[in-house]
């Protein structure tokens, strides 16, 4: 009797200790997961959630957005607004848009600054500005600015006066640098696209029988 009860002793610590196969079916390696495509972020659908201090209105297409975060009461954004505006000249109709999110709690104060400033490029009201979540770039502090791509990929970001000033300045290299990527990925969505109409007409094909 006690050698019976050792012997089914054993066989339920066999039991437990042996691998569990249904488990092991579920790993990584028996069960692969499609990884899923990253989500990308739309600058113009951001815009469309926006309002303007002025009458200016960003360019629909175009290859760099630069966000530039400022406001009326830091120094440093106001030393930088004639420079800013030079390049806007330079860039507006070829390729590259500025848009500046104030951060004026007046809207008033706000298009005072814009009309004595001159500004010709586009100005988001601060109650509106947070539909664009474009991170700020550098340390946050203002003035900062964010060089993206439509689909929101960063190309490049700093804070200070005089780093948001050489960023922009470098506009013409971001455009070609930006409409370079564009192209990559205008070729991989193809190639992408043909792999997949190849694969499905090979589904779709009757397999051939074998006459022996």
């Known amino acids: 009797m006690k050698r019976l009860f050792s012997i089914a002793i054993m066989m339920l610590g066999a039991a437990f200790f042996a691998p569990n196969t249904a488990y ?3 790993t990584p390696e028996a069960a692969e997961v499609e990884a899923s495509e990253p989500e990308t972020v739309s600058v113009p659908d951001m815009l469309k959630e926006v309002e303007y201090v002025t009458k ?6 175009v290859a760099v957005y630069f966000i530039l975060r400022s406001h009326s009461k830091c120094g440093f954004c106001r030393k930088i607004v004639p420079t800013i505006n030079e390049h806007y000249k330079a860039m507006k109709g070829k390729g590259a848009e500025l848009i500046m999110l104030n951060g004026d709690a007046d809207p008033k104060v706000a298009r005072e600054w814009a009309t004595e400033a001159e500004m ?3 100005i988001v009201t601060k109650d509106t500005a947070g539909a664009v979540t474009i991170p700020a770039g550098g340390s946050g502090g203002t003035p900062n600015i964010v060089a993206v791509t439509p689909n929101g990929t960063v190309l490049k970001s700093d804070s200070g006066a005089n780093d948001c000033e050489q960023i922009v300045g470098m ?4 455009v070609k640098e930006a409409k370079a990527e564009q192209k990559k990925a205008k070729k991989a969505a193809a190639k992408k696209k043909k792999a997949k109409k190849k694969a499905k007409a090979a589904e779709a094909e009757p397999e051939e029988l ?3």
């Open 56 to 61: 200016a209105k960003p360019k629909k297409k």
């Open 171 to 174: 506009w013409k290299e971001l």
């Open 120 to 122: 010709l490029f586009p």
């Open 24 to 26: 092991a079916q579920d």
């Open 210 to 212: 074998s006459l022996d």
